[in-house]
């Protein structure tokens, strides 16, 4: 499976968007998929992830509150909505999927990564 991700773009702080992994050559819906950002000068950071059931969901401290993970199995799409942004939030937001159970946060564990999609928070 190839993770693509669409809907980035900007925004002013305090403003939301929606960000979509659909998967392409393949399902996602047999896998984990886990949103992960990278700032300039930054490592790849862990944001939010799913159980490939969508039953457990799991999120990175900051974001906890302003961001939801859902997913569409019949439809074979994942989403990341993003309310309340902050400058702080803005980077590259990249989607995996993955054959992960445990250890959600761990960018290792994904085997398939998409190209990601630019998010800028700024006004």
């Known amino acids: 499976v190839r993770p693509v991700e669409s809907g980035g773009g900007s925004v002013q702080p305090g403003g939301s968007l929606r960000l979509s992994c659909g998967g392409s050559?393949?399902?996602?819906?047999?896998?984990?998929v886990g949103w992960f950002r990278q700032a300039p000068g930054n490592e790849r950071e862990f944001v939010a992830a799913?159980?490939?059931?969508?039953?457990?969901?799991y999120y990175e401290n900051s974001v906890k509150g302003r961001f939801t993970i859902s997913r569409d199995n019949t439809v074979n799409v994942a989403y990341l909505q993003m309310n309340n942004l902050t400058p702080e939030d803005t980077a590259v937001y990249y989607c995996?999927?993955?054959?992960?159970?445990?250890?959600?946060?761990?960018?290792?564990?994904?085997?398939?990564w998409g190209q990601g999609a630019q998010v800028t928070v700024s006004s």
């Open positions: 995996a999927a993955g054959e992960v159970y445990v250890d959600y946060h761990r960018p290792d564990l994904y085997n398939y």
């Open positions: 799913i159980h490939w059931s969508g039953d457990h969901k």
């Open positions: 050559e393949g399902t996602l819906s047999r896998y984990a």
